[in-house]
């Protein structure tokens, strides 16, 4: 299993960008598609952006979509999301893991969760 660790959030105005990382650790972490979740105040956790193992295709929430950017470089283990035009609504903690396609969209590889990082986004 690949440990997985967010960081990079922060407070922001709105309007302001900011970019998360999430380094891997082990060397599979190329063999995975992965994704941020992120969790806002009294409510579920939410999928945000996925990327294909090789990076070409990228998915997103409908709300970001146009405003984050989802990328990843398998040489350095890392997996980056890229914030431009950051509304209240964004405020969150962002979680990145492994996913897989459902239904009804993506949902998280692994059970284990690391500590996320908090967005937090000033009106």
């Known amino acids: 299993q690949v440990q997985l660790v967010e960081s990079g959030g922060g407070l922001v105005q709105a309007g302001d960008s900011v970019t998360l990382s999430c380094a891997a650790s082990?060397?599979?972490?190329?063999?995975?598609?992965v994704g941020w979740f992120r969790q806002a105040p009294g409510k579920e956790r939410e999928f945000v952006a996925g990327?294909?193992?090789?990076?070409?295709?990228?998915t997103y929430l409908n709300a970001v979509k146009g405003r984050f950017t989802i990328s990843r470089d398998n040489a350095k283990n890392t997996m980056y999301l890229q914030m431009s035009t950051l509304k209240p609504e964004d405020t969150a903690v962002y979680y990145c893991?492994?996913?897989?396609?459902?239904?009804?969209?993506?949902?998280?590889?692994?059970?284990?969760w690391g500590q996320g990082t908090q967005v937090t986004v000033s009106s």
């Open positions: 893991n492994a996913v897989y396609p459902t239904a009804t969209g993506w949902a998280p590889e692994f059970d284990n």
């Open positions: 082990g060397r599979s972490f190329s063999r995975y598609t």
């Open positions: 990327i294909s193992r090789s990076g070409i295709m990228t």
